[in-house]
């Protein structure tokens, strides 16, 4: 097809190549450098996608990140599809797939443009207000249409394919911004040693002197000059250029988000380069030039294709060399459309008529009329007709008088500049309203940022050139580096945009004069939300949806505030402004997630068993971030039977279990002992060489904190143990007293829970078991009594053996370096399995300790239970004067009687078990508004004493003992019994092996 | 994400740090001495206050030292950092 729309010669593109991409299924050419919406426009395409609400027809309004209307579907292939892309930003590549969205069957005839005939039912809040009644109706039928026929765009259903990538950037001064402040600010900046980076959102650094043709800086032509400067910085190592990359996010100390497109615009990218990239970087200084978006007029069928603003016409014809239309017809409120006028006409369009809304022409204008351009003043429009493109717009003086309509396929508008304030707004900086411009400009900086160009309202380019030099040089001797002036380059050729106008047009209707047009909002729907109350913008925003599509408004905002304003008789800075927040342009998931995917999404940490573990076959649970076997069932077993099995063999023979989640911590030092002894409940001052304890530690509030064993190796040196869940916040604990509290105290903490690999050996045969592997450790009763810790060899292999027991059996716990616990495990599952033994997994290590009634913190505790609710007074030395929680256990609650303590439960019905957390009442039929006088902690079927046993923390549950009371079940209530927590050799007397 | 001043490594980013509460709650040398209410006051009594707040902070992730600072709770911006042990410095909000 051919593209009749493009110019012979000029423009930004490669003509010597030709790229062929699809536009819902038909074939187009075009050429690097061209975006989507060029290369369409280039062949006369205006109508590129249907509206949100009411599928009107729209086309292309921008040239940039602002525009609203051209949003497309690019389909990579592989899953590789992604909605609502901007085609004016879409670089072109040979084979681009595009689709059009939000339109059924096709673009040109769409069904849901019966939506517009609705409108007035579609107005502000009509899903407030229409699909009330009857109620169940919403969830049956509203919603689904509803979100049927509106919406943008379809979200992809593939797995994204591609990678992300995440890096960290470091720097003196970043540049948000490359055009002609953005440039001169980089190159004052880059004077110096300051290490400068420059991000620009597009392609091609430049911004606005991309289009300039007319314009000459310091006696060149600006393409000159621009490429001159570039060359300069390119050439400088302390330079970085990105490209593509969008700084989206400004948060606190000056830290930049910024999302970078690496491979989007390339036919064949190379498969080991990442798709975006997103950078977070931290920059001593900020400049910001971000440039200036032109603002719509707001007029019936300001949206119909064909309408444009009159800045992004220019850029077409100048950087794209594409004519956007034939015979075209101007309306203005600035200056700035004169030169898109004098740019078209020189270019062949047709300019039927400049209509400026104001009383007085510019000076620019009587040159166009010297040039045979009719230019009117004081004009306004009233609307535009056409079906898929516009085919006339209605004129007329403002002040009255009969309109015309003039035949045209081009409709240009300007109501003047916004400065891009969303980072500075994002910044915390603080703006304010410039009545001369009609906008919003940055007023006090809160971070160490300054605003440059046209962002900070400079639209002169003389102005903004020296803007940028003068940031730049600033931005760098405040980071520490000292740098000249540079001279303010001489300007000639360009005109400045002086003039705007807010709001709808003078006596043009409000009915279809589109305001926000991605989210389909009018004036009229401004104006009846002020009818109904709305005052504050924020409060109009929201009930009008104005300013909350993807564009977040760029273009939109302050015509909706001057709405606001006219509507409720007050001036724009008294409606203020909605916050803008981050992302300035929307971010794909993918590129903030990076590789925080798949098993990098919450890595798990794995013990040296888990490989064997894996290969026997084991079920796995996640404790914490652990992985932990959770049992390991035979071929025939289910879940029970396994757990069943393991628990049996390790009480009536051995059972081996990977405890090398535990918690462990090297505590040394000649005050380790006194450290300890305030630390834990326990007396440990006087703990024996090669003696353990078992260690409780509370908070300072008296609740339970975790629990351990300490095993004291060495005058100065402690073997300590925690829980699997309280390893990193023990330690922590620990650090805090060492070096807030007791600085005085001579102690270093080293964790060595992956250090320390840990097997335990429990049950009858555990010493036998074990006895011709250890050599030069006696495990003699005597030689080896319960509670006491050796070191030697197993194996070969240095060991810590700790005599303990979590079972209620004769028990060993063998920590080995973790390099070498996969062979000791392997040498000593064989002598288990020798011995009539199983591996057992955490499941049957839970049971087993609850047959004993050992509590597990965390699990019968919940950060309220004391040393006492848990029958663990005893463990409390006697005759300490002070230890970490000791003066909050003498406070009056902790001492209350009725406090809920520790019980066994015994169902009536032994096959019965209970639910952990099912609460314990004391009758059958509570009474409404009654409190439970406890729960269940633990619950498990018991093949050791055939029936189901559980755990509970009751009120005053030792005084209730014997007493039958009641636990809720799914099914009712359940009679229970309350037991000693001990079910197993109450006695202890397994333990002596 | 905040910078934040380490008095023994220099500024690093927020995500190296734990906080750790309020500063210059000293334990009580004799706790058996305090009454039920002072003890009560110690573990539970806070300031939260609209202003600057000393708190403590560790470098968890970098040196694994505890600090004190005096962040602004308003603006969330830390006016100083200071080593354990030594006086909340004069600052004017």
């Known amino acids: 097809m051919r593209a009749a729309f493009r110019m012979p010669a000029g423009g930004r593109i490669a003509r010597g190549e030709t790229l062929s991409f699809r536009f819902d299924g038909r074939i187009y050419t075009g050429h690097p450098g061209d975006t989507l919406a060029s290369a369409l426009l280039a062949h006369g395409v205006h109508l590129l996608g249907r509206s949100f609400k009411y599928h009107r027809p729209r086309g292309v309004l921008a040239a940039g990140s602002e525009e609203p209307n051209a949003l497309v579907e690019i389909d990579r292939g592989g899953g590789r599809r992604t909605p609502n892309l901007r085609a004016t930003e879409v670089a072109l590549y040979d084979g681009l797939v595009a689709r059009s969205q939000n339109r059924a069957p096709a673009l040109s005839f769409d069904l849901g443009r019966i939506n517009d005939f609705f409108a007035p039912l579609l107005s502000a809040g009509f899903y407030y207000k229409t699909f009330m009644w009857p109620r169940r109706a919403w969830r049956m039928l509203y919603e689904p249409l509803i979100r049927r026929a509106a919406g943008l765009g379809r979200a992809p259903e593939a797995p994204d394919p591609d990678r992300y990538a995440n890096r960290f950037g470091h720097c003196d001064v970043l540049i948000v911004g490359g055009g002609p402040a953005g440039l001169m600010a980089a190159l004052a900046a880059s004077a110096g040693e300051a290490r400068v980076v420059l991000v620009d959102e597009q392609a091609a650094c430049g911004g606005s002197l991309l289009d300039e043709t007319t314009a000459t800086i310091a006696g060149q032509p600006a393409p000159v000059w621009l490429a001159e400067t570039l060359a300069t910085l390119n050439a400088r190592a302390t330079v970085r250029l990105l490209r593509c990359a969008t700084a989206f996010g400004y948060y606190a100390e000056n830290f930049i988000a910024i999302a970078e497109r690496v491979t989007e615009h390339l036919a064949d990218p190379d498969p080991g380069l990442p798709r975006e990239r997103l950078w977070q970087m931290r920059a001593r200084e900020v400049v910001l030039a971000t440039g200036a978006t032109e603002r719509p007029l707001v007029f019936p069928g300001n949206d119909r294709p064909g309408v444009m603003l009159a800045g992004a016409a220019r850029t077409y014809l100048n950087r794209y060399a594409v004519r956007p239309g034939r015979r075209a017809v101007i309306v203005t409120a600035c200056d700035s459309a004169y030169q898109a006028a004098s740019d078209l006409a020189a270019a062949g369009v047709e300019v039927a008529l400049i209509a400026d809304l104001r009383d007085t022409l510019p000076a620019v204008a009587s040159d166009l009329a010297a040039r045979g351009i009719r230019v009117a003043a004081g004009m306004t429009v009233l609307g535009t007709q056409g079906g898929l493109r516009v085919r006339s717009v209605a004129v007329a003086p403002a002040r009255g008088g009969a309109s015309v309509r003039l035949a045209c396929d081009l409709v240009l508008m300007s109501g003047g500049w916004t400065p891009a304030i969303h980072l500075f707004s994002q910044s915390r900086g603080q703006v304010r309203f410039a009545a001369d411009l009609g906008a919003f400009i940055p007023d006090r900086s809160v971070q160490r940022e300054r605003s440059a160009g046209a962002c900070r309202g400079l639209l002169d380019l003389a102005e903004t050139l020296a803007d940028g030099a003068r940031a730049g040089a600033a931005a760098a001797r405040a980071a520490g580096f000292p740098v000249p002036d540079l001279p303010r380059p001489a300007v000639a050729g360009a005109i400045t945009p002086a003039g705007f106008h807010l709001g709808l047009c003078p006596r043009a209707a409000a009915t279809r004069a589109f305001v926000d047009f991605q989210n389909d909002v009018t004036a009229k729907d401004i104006a009846r939300a002020a009818q109904e109350g709305f005052h504050a913008i924020e409060h109009v925003k929201r009930y009008t949806t104005t300013g909350m599509a993807t564009d977040q408004g760029k273009t939109s905002n302050l015509n909706a505030l001057a709405l606001v304003a006219a509507a409720t008789g007050r001036a724009i800075p008294e409606v203020g402004l909605t916050s803008f927040r981050p992302p300035y342009t929307p971010v794909t998931f993918g590129t903030l997630a990076g590789l925080s995917r798949g098993a990098l999404f919450d890595p798990v940490r794995t013990t040296p068993i888990h490989p064997w573990a894996e290969a026997r076959g084991a079920v796995f649970e996640d404790v914490g971030a652990w992985r932990r076997a959770r049992y390991f069932p035979r071929s025939d077993e289910d879940m029970h039977a396994a757990i069943a099995r393991e628990c049996r063999a390790t009480r009536e023979a051995l059972g081996l279990l990977d405890a090398s989640t535990l918690g462990k911590i090297e505590v040394v030092g000649p005050d380790a002992a006194e450290f300890l002894e305030r630390f834990y409940v326990n007396a440990l001052r006087k703990l024996g060489i090669g003696r353990c304890r078992y260690g409780l530690a509370l908070g300072e509030n008296g609740f339970v904190r975790d629990d351990g064993v300490i095993g004291r190796l060495a005058p100065d040196r402690f073997h300590v143990t925690t829980t699997t869940g309280g390893a990193t916040a023990t330690l922590d604990r620990m650090e805090d007293y060492l070096q807030t509290e007791w600085p005085d105290l001579h102690v270093w903490l080293t964790s060595t829970t992956e250090h320390w690999a840990v097997l335990a050996v429990q049950g009858p045969q555990a010493r036998a078991a074990l006895a011709p592997l250890i050599t030069d450790i006696d495990l003699a009763p005597a030689a080896f009594p319960p509670m006491s810790v050796r070191v030697g060899h197993i194996l070969g292999v240095a060991t810590r053996l700790f005599r303990v027991s979590f079972t209620g059996e004769l028990g060993f716990e063998i920590n080995v370096p973790a390099d070498y616990a996969g062979a000791v495990w392997e040498a000593v599952a064989a002598r288990v399995a020798a011995c009539g033994g199983a591996v057992y997994g955490t499941e049957a290590m839970h049971v087993l300790r609850a047959e004993k009634g050992y509590a597990i913190i965390g699990q019968e505790t919940d950060g309220t239970v004391t040393p006492g609710d848990l029958g663990l007074d005893w463990t409390i030395g006697k005759g300490k004067t002070d230890f970490i929680g000791k003066r909050a256990l003498a406070l009056p609650d902790l001492r209350r009687p009725g406090r809920k303590q520790l019980v066994g439960l015994l169902t009536t019905d032994p096959a019965l078990v209970l639910e952990e957390g099912a609460q314990i009442i004391a009758g059958p039929n509570p009474s409404p508004g009654s409190t439970a006088l406890g729960h269940v902690t633990s619950a498990y079927p018991s093949a050791t004493l055939g029936r189901s046993i559980a755990l509970g923390l009751v009120a005053a549950g030792r005084q209730r003992l014997g007493a039958r009371l009641y636990a809720q079940t799914p099914g009712g209530v359940a009679e229970v019994d309350l037991v000693s927590p001990v079910f197993f050799d109450p006695a202890g007397r397994r333990i002596d092996g | ?93």
């Not at chain 2, 309020?22 to 609209?50: I, V």
């Not at chain 2, 030292?65 to 080593?83: C, E, K, M, P, W």
């Open chain 2, 1 to 93: 994400m905040l910078l934040i001043p380490c008095p023994y490594c220099g500024p690093r980013p927020e995500i190296e740090f734990s906080y750790g509460g309020e500063a210059h709650l000293a334990r009580p040398r004799d706790p058996a001495a305090c009454d039920d209410a002072a003890w009560g006051d110690f573990l539970y009594a806070r300031t939260n206050p609209k202003g600057i707040h000393a708190e403590r902070w560790r470098h968890a992730h970098g040196c694994g030292r505890f600090f004190n600072a005096l962040r602004h709770t308003v603006s969330d911006q830390f006016l100083i950092t200071y080593r354990i042990g030594a006086p909340r410095p004069e600052i004017a909000a």
